[in-house]
């Protein structure tokens, strides 16, 4: 019989697609930005926000605008008010039902689940956020324990999705990190887990290429030939 593994998921762009929500509030959220902080507004740079997407926050709000429209000394004090903005927007969009699952996650999680799996969630994201979405969705009934960067920083547990990784996983040997960007894949490494890069999610496929195992949608992670098998996982 297969030994089980620990499977920890990405959350945005590997459970779900959360760009209508998340777009639609970074640019509602990027205009307060600019009237909090008494500057000139600018239109939102919307492909921009979207190639920001799964990064980390501190990352995310440093680069998701324009820079010219933020002077260099202003800029630590408007990516905090648009963090915040963001936060208070996306909860918003959220509860208005903008995230949606991808097909087949449910099932697949199930399936892994059922096979003896532990399935373990993290993320980049700030808290109101991750617990928002989770509620939403009913995700809690799938994962034994989840994390995200916003409350391992607060409880002093990690600073980064690789010690995020190290808190959640029993034995990272043992572990398979299933995340869409090259952020998952390297916290994944940095930890000794295996890797699933999630093609269908928001990093493109160069950054994944890394990855141990790729797949087309979350049906694959049940045929993830671990321990070496071709049978499923």
């Known amino acids: 019989m297969p030994v089980p593994y620990a499977f920890l998921f990405d959350m945005d762009g590997t ?16 205009g307060r930005a600019y009237a ?15 190639d920001c997407m799964g990064l980390p ?16 000394p202003r800029r630590a ?3 905090a008010a648009y963090s915040r903005f963001t936060s208070e927007e996306e909860i918003v969009a959220i509860r208005a ?10 099932t697949a999680l199930a399936g892994l689940r059922d096979r003896g799996h532990e399935l373990l969630l ?21 994962f034994a324990r989840s994390l995200c960067i916003g409350e391992a920083e607060a409880r002093g547990l990690a600073t980064d999705k690789a010690g995020m990784v190290r808190v959640l996983a029993a034995d990272p040997s043992r572990t398979v990190v ?12 940095a930890a000794g887990a295996r890797t699933v890069g ?36």
């Open 77 to 79: 004090e408007f990516a």
């Open 122 to 142: 993290f993320s980049n994201a700030d808290a109101p956020y991750f617990r928002g979405i989770i509620a939403a969705h009913g995700l809690d009934r799938f």
């Open 15 to 30: 459970l779900l697609d959360s760009r209508r929500a998340v777009v639609g509030a970074v640019a509602a959220a990027l």
């Open 97 to 106: 039902g903008g995230t949606t699952l991808y097909d087949g996650v449910e």
């Open 57 to 72: 926050g501190r990352e995310y709000f440093a680069r998701a605008f324009p820079p010219r429209t933020v002077p260099s």
């Open 198 to 233: 999630c093609l269908y999610g928001f990093g493109s496929p160069e950054e994944l290429r890394a990855a141990d195992w790729k797949v087309d949608g979350p049906l694959d992670w049940l045929s993830l030939p671990l321990d070496g098998r071709d049978g499923p996982a």
């Open 36 to 50: 909090h902080c008494g500057l000139p507004p600018a239109a939102p740079d919307f492909a921009l926000i979207e």
């Open 178 to 189: 299933v995340g869409d960007r090259a952020s998952d894949l390297d916290a994944g490494r």
